[in-house]
């Protein structure tokens, strides 16, 4: 079957931005105005379950009014395919913003027009920096009392540090929201009404555009008078992708045309060279439109970026997987969903063409998948098709072999494509079935959330036997437990959510530990001298052999790698995995019947062990950066409370007529804290947080632990 879109014409899109900026409605508006849907779903008219908007139709969803996890649509503007993937915005769902961003070719960052660069804001943006994606930023709910465009265009830059180039300016704010003026055209667009079908009228800039649209605030009033200056710069910015237009206007005078612009403004967005800006309003129906427009003119097809890097198998670049139809097929597992139709594996073709019934490579685990049901997801609804091309995003129904960040390709020609880098959770709960009799059934269903979501760990504890769930945050595991029931059928108890300690050594050591046994056949015999040494805070763990002369046979140096790599998850003082520290194999001694891989394994955990207690072993906690935005009446109380929480402030930012209290504070002491929150600030004050570092636990904090964890035992 021929290709049915062009390659140059799809746009694979995120939708990212920091929590309640507006991402779900505004991918409502780009569906009903693209066609794919004839009505409109507010977020906020989903809590009684009895509607959905198209993207956020899980339960979870619906009763948070909330995304929490990331959903792809596809539909039409100008001729353009244009797949669409919105993503969560709460921190804790950070996971869905990451894997939709590895195989993405370009996104739209949504701010806030009140609070403007929110902390996830930072975060998505340096995931997509992370993943070289080319970004338009699009500045909603300038309806909004207190939104102010030029302050979030200002925060653009010092927060993100980034270069935006405005391509448009509003036509007031707040109740006075009338439209936009759009900078390349130089044309103003003016809603009369917010109706969902309203029409926008195309008007000239002139010197009196401030009092036919009545406005006299002078926030607005600015933003006009700064038109010529924008246009300015948005020519000389533009211009700069292009020597030979650059010339012309410098010899000439003549400002260059909109098409002109506008494929010097596709260049430099695709470089990321610099950032354009748009604005509007989605709820009130103004300016998705325009966003469409800019989705098309500015963001690349998959084309227009870098190829793909392929690696070896230790995760080295080793070449590159062009974008087209001829080059044999590759693929990306970026997703693995549990859903009705069953296990749903979402995949982004890179090149080559996937057909049904096509036996395929999954080089990551070596393993082959026979593909059956192949389907194009519009959000939960899935429509069945034959074949999959280079750029399109689909899923595979009921592999058996592939998880998240796997590749899929042609065997006769394997690659590995980039993998992606997921975050170790930092918080965990231990959970159990509602009733004994479901305890297989629980454990399974467990299993199968643990693998759709890698930022998600299981494990048993081995003093207790409890099952252990770990994850990024109280809500994500409340949401996973809540989702057991949903797509299950299968209810479960949580326990107290527990922090993710780890431990370090903070002093070199140098042991000897010899592990002999004598049982009356053949007996058991290796020595290690390992040297012991602190690293950096978050370079891990790293292991070295520098024995000479064959003091430890060649063969038996994996097995001392081994032994310390199971026995660092246990540390020597309350049990913690130990982290940043160098292990250094300088000697040892064996015997050539009574030393094996198990009696070197053996020698260096207990080595670990012994030696570790002499190396000044301290605990280290997660570090959240939280940010508490309150009205200024409670700004003394919000950073008293943050002092006797351990916590550290950074400062304090204005946030439309709040104040942003940023502050690290560690992770124990933020349990619970909404509530206190809310009762202190009369419910006017909210807060976000998202890990940033572990750093050492102060040493009487440091005695309740360990003395907690004995008591436990």
């Keep these: 079957m021929p290709r049915q879109t062009p390659l140059s014409d799809i746009r694979n899109i995120g939708i990212i931005a920091h929590v309640d900026a507006g991402k779900t409605t505004t991918t409502e508006r780009i569906l009903y105005y693209t066609g794919r849907k004839h009505t409109i779903i507010d977020v906020h008219e989903t809590k009684d379950l009895k509607s959905s908007t198209t993207t956020d139709y899980m339960e979870q969803e619906q009763k948070r009014g909330i995304t929490i996890q990331s959903a792809a649509v596809s539909t039409f503007w100008r001729g353009k395919k244009i797949n669409v993937i919105d993503t969560p915005g709460h921190v804790d769902f950070t996971i869905e913003v990451n894997r939709s961003l590895r195989v993405l070719d370009g996104a739209v960052v949504v701010f806030d027009g009140v609070a403007g660069v ?18 338009i930023c699009y500045v909603n709910k300038m309806d909004r009392s207190g939104a102010n465009f030029q302050r979030c265009v200002g925060m653009i830059k010092s927060r993100l540090n980034a270069r935006p180039v405005c391509i448009q300016v509003p036509l007031g704010s707040e109740d006075n929201f009338r439209g936009m003026v759009d900078l390349i055209e130089m044309k103003a667009y003016v809603w009369f009404s917010d109706d969902k079908d309203a029409k926008w009228e195309i008007w000239d800039i002139t010197d009196d555009l401030a009092s036919k649209l009545n406005l006299t605030v002078k926030e607005d009033l600015d933003n006009i008078a700064s038109i010529p200056a924008l246009r300015a710069e948005l020519v000389d910015t533009a211009l700069e992708m292009d020597d030979a237009a650059m010339e012309a206007y410098l010899e000439s005078g003549e400002e260059p045309s909109a098409d002109v612009l506008r494929t010097c403004l596709r260049k430099g967005t695709i470089t990321s060279t610099f950032t354009p800006v748009l604005c509007g309003s989605s709820y009130k129906n103004k300016g998705v439109c325009q966003v469409l427009d800019a989705v098309v003119d500015l963001l690349p097809a998959p084309t227009d970026v870098e190829a793909i890097k392929t690696v070896d198998e230790d995760g080295n670049p080793n070449g590159e997987r062009l974008s087209s139809d001829d080059a044999p097929f590759a693929a990306l597992a970026f997703k693995v969903l549990n859903d009705t139709y069953g296990s749903l594996t979402f995949v982004r073709v890179y090149s080559g063409v996937l057909t049904k019934g096509m036996s395929v490579l999954n080089t990551t685990r070596g393993k082959r998948e026979k593909i059956g049901r192949m389907v194009e997801m519009f959000a939960a609804q899935a429509n069945p098709i034959e074949e999959a091309r280079a750029g399109d995003i689909i899923a595979l129904v009921s592999l058996q072999e592939t998880d998240t960040g796997d590749t899929l390709c042609d065997a006769a020609h394997p690659v590995i494509l980039e993998r992606m880098r997921f975050p170790d959770p930092v918080i965990s709960v231990s959970v159990e079935p509602k009733t004994k009799g479901e305890q297989e059934k629980f454990s399974i269903a467990l299993g199968k959330m643990v693998r759709a979501d890698p930022s998600l760990r299981l494990e048993t504890d081995r003093e207790t036997g409890q099952t252990i769930l770990r994850g990024m945050g109280e809500l994500h595991l409340e949401v996973t437990l809540d989702r057991l029931r949903t797509e299950f059928g299968v209810e479960g108890n949580m326990g107290k959510p527990q922090v993710a300690y780890r431990e370090t050594i903070t002093k070199p050591v140098e042991y000897t530990y010899t592990h002999k046994k004598q049982t009356g056949g053949s007996g058991q015999f290796a020595e290690v001298k390992i040297v012991f040494e602190p690293l950096e805070r978050g370079e891990g763990f790293v292991f070295k052999d520098e024995t000479v002369g064959g003091t430890v046979p060649r063969e038996y140096v994996p097995s001392v790698a081994k032994g310390l790599e199971m026995q660092k998850e246990e540390g020597v003082l309350a049990s913690y995995p130990t982290v940043d520290f160098r292990a250094r194999l300088v000697d040892g001694k064996y015997h050539d019947v009574d030393s094996n891989a198990l009696t070197f394994e053996i020698a260096a955990k207990a080595c670990f062990r012994e030696a570790l207690k002499q190396a000044g072993p301290i605990l280290l906690e997660p570090v959240m950066k939280v940010e508490v935005v309150t009205p200024d009446d409670y700004l003394g109380d919000v950073i008293g409370d943050v002092n006797r929480r351990r ?14 209290v940023e ?11 909404i509530g206190q929150l809310r009762g202190m600030t009369s419910g006017r004050a909210s807060y976000s947080m998202e890990f940033s570092h572990y750093e050492p636990v102060p040493r009487n904090v440091t005695d309740e632990i360990v003395a907690g964890r004995s008591k436990a035992a």
């Design 647 to 660: 916590g550290t402030v950074l400062g304090q930012l204005e946030r439309g007529s709040n104040i942003a």
């Design 663 to 673: 502050a690290h504070v560690p992770l124990n002491e933020m349990f619970g804290y």
């Design 118 to 135: 929110e902390p996830q804001s930072e975060t998505n943006w340096r995931l997509a920096d992370n993943y070289n994606v080319p970004r």
